[in-house]
């Protein structure tokens, strides 16, 4: 169940009590605020971006202890995730990688034209380090195996909304395969895909939401939980 934004007064949350007050405002999806609060004048460029790196990982790994039943709210990562970007593109102009974490192509297949998941997901996942490379939805297999190529990412992520996309995505392991990719890790995800097996797919790993993807990755990169 989606639940609407709690009316009147700032929102509570545990960013409260941190040092930091831009982890707040990120929580609280004010992108404007953000912004001003990321551009507080440091030492020096590498320090802010030093701390826009800390309060992203800060404010995502909080959000992603919300996303339980009762507390689940996909305005409030929307919002979120908007801020974060605001803040990533400022901090980090002209393609600068945030945190090196490695590259990723997601994407939505062909015959799918849902990418609000898929676009939440390229959110949490900048925001925590990766550079995402987004092919878009309807994004026929050929067009993602290219992605995967040329940007030499370690990883290939499809969301799917509706089930006639299933056999597409069983596909990708022998299109990486015949690329020569055979060691990109395959991540499926999305209302269609979550309801078949690993196997089923033949891919790595199903993800629940955006931040069991982001943890899946991050294990793989070595970054501890």
Known sequence: MIHPPTPGGPKQHPAGTDPD?????????????????????????????????AALERAMDLMRDKCTSEQFNLL????????????VRDAFPEGMALAGKGTVV???????????????????????????????????????I????????????????????????????GRLREAGLSAVKLVAGGAALKQCTAEALNVDHVAEDAFTCVRYLEALRGYPA
């Not at 409030?76 to 803040?87: C, H, P």
């Not at 290219?146 to 299933?166: D, H, K, M, R, T």
Request: proline share 5%; aromatic share 2%.
């Open 146 to 173: 290219q992605a995967v190529a040329q940007e030499e990412a370690f990883a290939l992520l499809v969301s799917g909304l509706i089930s006639p996309v299933v056999p597409l995505v069983r596909q990708l392991r």
């Open 76 to 87: 409030e990562i929307m919002l979120t995730g908007r801020a974060a970007m605001a803040v």
């Open 106 to 144: 997601i994407a939505t297949p062909e015959g799918d034209v849902h990418d609000l998941g898929k676009n939440i997901t390229r959110m949490v996942l900048t925001a925590k380090g990766f550079r995402v490379v987004d092919c878009g939805k309807d994004c026929p297999v050929a067009v993602m």
């Open 21 to 53: 007050p831009l982890v707040g405002l990120l929580l609280d999806g004010d992108a404007g605020a953000a912004l001003a609060e990321s551009r507080r004048p440091l030492e020096s460029a590498e320090a802010r971006q030093l701390r826009v790196v």
